[in-house]
């Protein structure tokens, strides 16, 4: 069973570049879920899709942020323009109807310059 | 604010003991609550829940404890193994799972 497939694991960028990170569900899960996890924070909500639709976009830190979901299957998160401070690992979950229990990809290592 | 607190950063124990790993909420409207076990360079995986109606969940070695007039919640691994080394995220939820707060996670170290 292939679980929650993120890509790329690692990005190195400078400040001022276009970063996109991508996920792509458990086939079937119909939520996603896009996490920030920083040292300070822990691990921070930054929005919520219910089939392919945004619900909660509350936790996405500024305008620099955006989210996508064209279809059920895929999912992106972009950073334009990217900062140092947004240097941390991005996570990306699925789950059924909104479920509790979530499963969560191995991570998107970000490091900005 | 933080809703979910680990204030355990890190936790030593030696193999064959019990592990206790500490959490404290704020939110009295969380009604489910949730760890998650993380290795290096992988997300963290679901590991046990319990809902505010029990007071304690148990699967195998692992015993989640609440204690709802306290706003605690505790997890017990017994007996503790070296595969148990890795980061612990305590997790609450107030209905939905947009709503799922998370610790900032504690480092526990199975000594072999």
């Known amino acids: 069973d292939a679980g929650v497939i993120q890509s790329p694991r690692h990005e190195v960028t400078e400040m001022g570049q276009e970063v996109t990170l991508r996920c792509k569900p458990i086939?079937?899960?119909?939520?996603l879920f896009w996490y920030r996890q920083t040292m300070m924070r822990g691990l921070e909500l930054l929005i919520y899709?219910?089939?392919?639709?945004?619900?909660?976009d509350s936790g996405m830190p500024e305008d620099r942020f955006s989210a996508k979901m064209p279809n059920a299957s895929f999912s992106t998160l972009k950073i334009q323009p990217s900062e140092p401070r947004d240097s941390a690992v991005y996570f990306c979950?699925?789950?059924?109807?909104?479920?509790?229990?979530?499963?969560f990809g191995p991570g998107t290592r970000l490091l900005v310059l | 604010d933080q809703q979910v607190k680990q204030n355990s950063p890190s936790l030593s124990v030696q193999e064959g003991r019990i592990s206790i790993l500490n959490c404290d909420y704020t939110?009295?409207?969380?009604?489910?609550f949730l760890w998650y076990k993380k290795y290096p360079a992988e997300g963290p995986t679901f590991l046990i829940s319990?809902?505010?109606?029990?007071d304690k969940n148990e699967d195998g070695r692992f015993t989640v404890f609440l204690n709802k007039s306290a706003k605690h919640l505790s997890l017990h691994i017994v007996p503790s193994q070296p595969g148990d080394s890795a980061v612990y995220f305590c997790?609450?939820?107030?209905?939905?799972?947009?709503?799922?707060?998370f610790g900032t996670g504690t480092r526990l170290t199975v000594i072999p």
């Open positions: 979950a699925s789950s059924l109807w909104g479920g509790e229990t979530q499963y």
């Open positions: 086939s079937g899960h119909n939520s």
């Open positions: 899709f219910n089939n392919n639709v945004p619900i909660d």
């Open positions: 939110n009295s409207m969380f009604d489910y």
């Open positions: 319990i809902s505010s109606i029990k």
């Open positions: 997790a609450a939820s107030d209905g939905g799972a947009n709503n799922l707060f």
